[in-house]
């Protein structure tokens, strides 16, 4: 391959223009988990971004990339999808925010409670985080108890308690979290025996996508245990698909399994990139949901609603993750095979929705970070240590033109090995 | 008057039959402070909404309102202004949730550091609460201290610790909120002192807009009193503008005063209605602001910032606030006028862009939920326990017909109370 020898051209004079711009306004030059410096991502991934369409996305220079980010999980029927984004404009032109709800929002949560195996009721908000703090809230509401129980290191939202990072966060703030150990049955029994009486709620992920290491699938027999030891402790099991909502199962994660949450919080893909979350529950948290004071000034806003029935509706019609299969299993036996070939062995871990990438003896994520920026440059966007998402819109044709541009980017950092640099 | 032995009809079949379909699929039917049932709202109330243009809104059922609710504050340039509106279709053409920030988070950031006088950098959330936690996280990661003093009923958010309703909330999650009393210095000083040392913060509304009372313009020396105690003690000034941001002053509220504090929180009104909260602050910030960890799925999205520099820009250009002062006396005196000549003594409190209602002799708001149950009856939407918002679509011909339609609603409340009912 040729490309290998001579990574294309990448221009970057207006992304470098306005980091410099923004590290005067804003603090750190960005923020959150979108940020792209020397430290988080790779060299050649760009901070701002001009536009999207489909399964494509172009930087602020202009260079077009093939978007396995995916917005971090909103975009699950491609970006700039016209189904949603017609269903968006026409409520845009009657009204978005105004002085209460419009009847979208009895239609939408219409459509969940019908969709979502175990909902009987639904509420909505702008955030993630939003969406688990409420099932929190109400889950102390019912119970009237306290103690919180997630597994260590993941991810519920960045609010006081939930944060990864607690520069500003208090030790009453996270007073209340016991952790126990991912598919680890005793470790959950053991937490909540060592709180016994004072559990309100056990709050989980559907399979384990902590950034930085292997994903992993729930063990069947661990979402029974935590379902079983929640009805048997009077504690309320809440399902956090607010990454994976839509990408494994339109029913819910967990249906499958035959395993149903209290309460299920989803956002992110929810109205394909249009501001929402929702959380939806059974019958007996009705009341105690009642009870809470929750809202938000946006929180009852049309259009991200009008955009969110649409993408519902749309994904159950095309099952959207079962349509993503065939392209996400042959981009995963690609890489992989392109790595084993290559001398540089990867594994695409988690489903192949939102796959994430764990290369072997890659404990300093050199090789991650030399890969994707190869790729980077050849127009794939990949990410180092955070799982990746998938849309319907990388289809199998699209997947396949992937995989020359990955082969090429397997080349320079198998070159570079045997170069010594 | 005629109108008043005849109030006029007003259609409700849609509103009763969506109130009916979202008691089933919905926590109570409805939540947060968009609520209007029997026991928050006047009967005539509707809880469903379908359009909006200028300063009018329209009902479910297709009944027409000149809205002083403005989507509770949202609505700073009227509903579907068409300057912002262009500006976010623009950017939705080309890309709105991306798999980072666009330009316009640059450009919005330079936007308000250089129209806000005491800002020097910006950072972008969704809600309001985001944007009020922020501070408080930044300031206790600044100070290393924990405490957060905040005025006595003064709302500051929903989430845990904000939150107005104790219903799922912990002693932990209020365990570091000290209150005071507003516009008292005394209790200010005293409530720091008892907390000598570990304050981190003060949150504080620019006037006091507390629910169901008379709204309070700030004293000046209060303002003054309680920047001289954060400077002395090492504490953070943070101003809520989350209510009040552009309809006061385009500076930031307290700019007249000559008084700075170190971080401001907006949102409502920021993107005439779009999605976004921001939080602009002092240089001695900015590495705080840095190191703590917030973030939201949509909080880079890329419309809600382009219609936000168009709000801005505009508000700064027609000078918002000022432009709405001429309408709201003529509103405040009109209505004051009225409740006088009619025998219902009435006082619109606060500044003239954000009134609230007290009649006298009203401690159970039975005076204020008749007139405006009779004013929404012929098309005007105000609020009996909330304060009100205008817009720059609320202009001064506008307010001569509503004060028509007013003077028919007063006549029909003492009407009533002339016959006893």
Same mark, same amino acid.
């Given at each position: 391959?040729?490309?290998?020898?001579?990574?294309?051209?990448?221009?970057?004079?207006?992304?470098?223009?306005?980091?410099?711009? *923004?590290? =005067?306004?804003?603090?750190?030059?960005?923020?959150?988990?979108?940020?792209?410096?020397? %430290?988080?991502?790779?060299?050649?991934?760009?901070?701002?971004?001009? %536009?999207?369409?489909?399964?494509?996305?172009?930087?602020?220079?202009?260079?077009?990339?093939?978007?396995?980010?995916?917005?971090?999980?909103?975009? +699950? +029927?491609?970006?700039?999808?016209?189904?949603?984004?017609?269903?968006?404009?026409?409520?845009?032109?009657?009204?978005?925010?105004?002085?209460? $709800?419009?009847?979208?929002?009895?239609?939408?949560?219409?459509?969940?409670?019908?969709?979502?195996?175990?909902?009987?009721?639904?509420?909505?908000?702008?955030?993630?985080?939003?969406? !688990?703090?409420? @099932?929190?809230?109400?889950?102390?509401?019912?119970?009237?108890?306290? =103690?919180?129980?997630?597994?260590?290191?993941?991810?519920?939202?960045?609010?006081?308690?939930?944060? $990864?990072?607690?520069?500003?966060? !208090?030790?009453?703030?996270?007073?209340?979290?016991?952790?126990? @150990?991912?598919?680890?049955?005793?470790?959950?029994?053991?937490?909540?025996?060592?709180?016994?009486?004072?559990?309100? *709620?056990?709050?989980?992920? $559907?399979?384990?996508?902590?950034?930085?290491?292997?994903?992993? #699938?729930?063990? #069947?027999?661990?979402?029974?245990?935590?379902?079983?030891? *929640?009805?048997?402790?009077?504690?309320? /099991?809440?399902?956090?698909?607010?990454?994976?909502?839509?990408? /494994?199962?339109?029913?819910?994660?967990?249906?499958? +399994?035959?395993?149903?949450?209290?309460?299920?919080?989803?956002? =992110?893909?929810?109205?394909?990139?249009?501001?929402?979350?929702?959380?939806?529950?059974?019958?007996?948290?009705?009341?105690?949901?009642?009870?809470?004071?929750? !809202?938000?000034?946006?929180?009852?806003?049309?259009? $991200?609603?009008?955009?969110?029935?649409?993408?519902?509706?749309?994904?159950?019609?095309?099952?959207?993750?079962?349509?993503?299969?065939?392209?996400?299993?042959?981009?995963?036996?690609?890489?992989?095979?392109?790595?084993? %070939?290559?001398?540089?062995?990867?594994?695409?871990?988690?489903?192949?929705?939102?796959?994430? /990438?764990?290369?072997? &003896? &890659?404990?300093?994520?050199?090789?991650?970070?030399?890969?994707?920026?190869?790729?980077?440059?050849?127009?794939? /966007?990949?990410? #180092?240590?955070?799982?990746?998402?998938?849309?319907?819109?990388?289809?199998?044709?699209?997947? &396949?033109?992937? +995989? !020359?541009?990955?082969?090429?980017?397997? *080349?320079?950092?198998?070159?570079?090995?045997?170069?010594?640099?």
């Amino acid at each position: 391959m040729t490309l290998a020898a001579d990574p294309p051209l990448r221009r970057s004079r207006h992304d470098r223009e306005l980091r410099g711009r *923004a590290a =005067k306004v804003i603090p750190g030059g960005m923020y959150g988990h979108m940020l792209a410096n020397e %430290r988080t991502m790779p060299p050649s991934f760009p901070q701002f971004w001009a %536009r999207g369409e489909g399964a494509h996305t172009w930087d602020a220079d202009g260079n077009r990339y093939v978007d396995f980010l995916c917005a971090f999980g909103p975009m +699950l +029927l491609g970006h700039r999808n016209p189904l949603v984004d017609d269903a968006a404009s026409r409520q845009a032109a009657m009204g978005d925010t105004l002085s209460g $709800p419009s009847p979208r929002m009895v239609e939408l949560a219409e459509l969940l409670t019908s969709a979502i195996g175990h909902a009987d009721w639904a509420m909505f908000a702008k955030n993630g985080t939003d969406a !688990t703090s409420t @099932a929190v809230r109400i889950a102390r509401a019912a119970t009237g108890r306290t =103690k919180l129980l997630k597994a260590a290191v993941a991810y519920h939202g960045a609010n006081d308690w939930f944060t $990864p990072r607690y520069a500003g966060v !208090t030790p009453q703030d996270r007073a209340n979290i016991v952790e126990f @150990a991912y598919n680890d049955p005793a470790s959950l029994e053991a937490a909540a025996a060592a709180h016994d009486g004072d559990v309100a *709620a056990i709050i989980v992920a $559907p399979f384990r996508h902590d950034a930085f290491v292997a994903q992993e #699938p729930v063990d #069947p027999a661990f979402a029974r245990a935590a379902r079983a030891l *929640a009805t048997r402790i009077g504690a309320v /099991l809440v399902l956090d698909e607010v990454r994976t909502g839509f990408r /494994l199962d339109v029913r819910g994660a967990w249906e499958g +399994l035959g395993v149903r949450p209290d309460m299920t919080a989803f956002s =992110k893909a929810l109205a394909n990139g249009y501001p929402i979350a929702a959380l939806v529950g059974a019958d007996a948290l009705r009341a105690a949901a009642s009870e809470i004071y929750v !809202t938000g000034s946006f929180w009852y806003s049309a259009v $991200p609603m009008a955009a969110a029935i649409a993408t519902v509706q749309h994904a159950i019609e095309i099952d959207a993750p079962a349509l993503m299969k065939e392209p996400g299993e042959r981009f995963r036996a690609g890489l992989e095979a392109q790595g084993d %070939r290559y001398g540089l062995p990867v594994r695409l871990t988690g489903p192949v929705q939102m796959p994430l /990438l764990i290369f072997a &003896d &890659d404990p300093d994520k050199s090789t991650a970070f030399a890969f994707t920026d190869a790729a980077a440059r050849r127009g794939v /966007l990949l990410h #180092p240590w955070h799982n990746m998402f998938l849309s319907t819109a990388h289809t199998v044709e699209l997947v &396949d033109e992937v +995989l !020359t541009l990955t082969d090429a980017a397997f *080349a320079e950092v198998a070159a570079a090995r045997r170069a010594g640099s």
